[in-house]
Every structure is written in C-alpha cells, then in structure tokens.
C-alpha cells in the first residue's frame, strides 16, 4: 500500500483501554444506576457507529439500563442495532427510545444524569491528581485512575520508522490533554497542527474533516487511516468520497474490541482496505 502520510487513532492502537476508558464508561452507569452493561455490549454501541465520545457512549448505554427498567424489551444487541439503523451516536439512541412502545420515554430522559455520569467517568478514568488538574475543583468519587492502567500497544521501532518515512498525524476521541498523555506514553511526538482531538473538532468520527484537513496540510496524496473501530474504517471511506484529489485507505487494527478472525470479517465487511493485527504491521504493509 503506497501512501504519503499516516494517520492514526490511539485508543486500541497505540494504547490499550480495554481497563481504562471501556472499564469506565461500564462502572459509570454502574455507580449511578445499581445496573450497568457487559464489556460485548460496549462494544455493540461502538459498532452502530457514532460513539467516538465515550462520555455519549456512556449516556447511550445509561439510557439503555434505564429504558430496561420502564419496560423495553430487546436485548442489547437488538437495541443497538436500532441506534445502527438510526444513523447511530446518541441522538439516534434517543430516538430508539422515543419510538419503542411501551416504554415511558419521558421517565427515561428526566432520570439520565449525564453531568454526574461524566463528573465520574472522569474520576474513575483520571483519578484524584489528574482530575483537580484537567477538570478543576474535587472529583466526585477516590479512584487511582484507570489512565495508569493502559499498556502501550506500538513498539518504539515502528514509531521511528513510520516517522521517519511518512508525515505522520493523529485523530483521535479524547481530549487534547488525555490525547497529550497517551502520546507522550509511547513516545510519539506529533505537532498540535497535525493532531485532531476532541476538543478540535465538533462532528467527530465518521466525519471525514478531520481526516481530510490532514491530507490537505500533508499535501499528500495518498492517505492511510489506522483505527480500531468500523467508525475509523468510515471515517476513511468518507473521505475518500468527500476529496476527490487524494486517496485515502481505512485499516483495520485487531487490538481494539474488534479482535480475532470476526474482528477481521467485520472490517472487511465494512469496507477496509486492510486488516492487521496490531499496528506495528503498519511497517510492512505501508510503503
């Protein structure tokens, strides 16, 4: 695969989160609610797509549990596949629950708390330290912050070598400061104009901006995408539809919650170009 530039994710790329952000947002509607979701249902929602913010993950899968118990009756698997046919995000898990019958949507919505989700999603993710210094003031919970519990997944060799053959650049769901811990965790220095965080953009993933900005400052005219979720492999396909003078190419990365032969299936079925294990297959398969 010859390209100019490299993009890539972080969360299940060059880190581990699967005990860090996913662990979160389970115990988050867990510690609010007395009831929660399994880590396959975590990564349902991921798959209907629009849930690069995992704080809306959390409220999605928050609505869920309480949509449960006002009488929605589809498993989770059902419901998310819905929100998928919605458009998927949050707005389109809204939806779901306005339009089922049976089930008391107004009930629903006045008790989704999504500010004290949030506030605990953070303490639980960040910890006691991190928290006073990002989010300013006392967390709500003591947590020592599962961001300490997020090994890195690149080696140190594939990020010399892809930097030193290809403008290098990342779009990533986390904030700018989470986003600037985790990359100085694996060693990749990656300038602030050549880095989309949460903060730098408001459609997200699979929107194709971000991207498209890139192979734009690049000047590049072939751009590989490296993410572990069908919304990174979309995101790609978009742009290449979205900018007719540049290529871009969706791999698939296996270290995500996508993983195995069905992760692999999945991909591929959703339109990547490539699949590899892990992203230090990045080394052979780019040139």
Known sequence: MQVDAVVLDIDG??????????????????????????????????????????????????????ARREGLELSVEAFTDRVAEGGGGLDAAMAVVRDLPGVEEARVTDRLDSDRLRETFQALYLGEELY????????PLSAPGYIHDEPTLVDPETIADLTARFDVGVVTGRPAAEAEIALSRVGLDVPEEHRFTMDDWE???????????????????????????????????????DDETRVYYGIGVLTGGLT????????AENGADAVVDDVNELVDLLE
Not at 37 to 45: K, L, N, P
Not at 49 to 62: H, P, V
Not at 260 to 267: L, V
């Open 132 to 139: 006073r210094e990002l989010e300013g003031g006392d967390p």
């Open 203 to 241: 459609e997200g993933k699979p929107h194709p901006r971000a991207l498209v900005a890139l192979g734009e400052r690049f000047d590049a005219d072939r751009v590989a995408f490296a993410g572990d979720t069908l919304d990174d492999v979309r995101t790609a396909r978009n742009a290449d539809a």
């Open 13 to 66: 790329v060059l880190v581990d989160v699967a005990d860090s952000y996913r662990r979160a947002i389970i115990e988050s509607v867990d510690r609010v609610y007395a009831e929660t979701i399994d880590r396959d249902a975590v990564q349902s929602f991921k798959n209907a797509g629009g849930f690069n913010n995992d704080w809306e993950l959390t409220d999605a899968a928050a609505l869920y549990v309480l």
């Open 260 to 267: 195995g032969e069905s992760g692999r299936e999945t991909f």
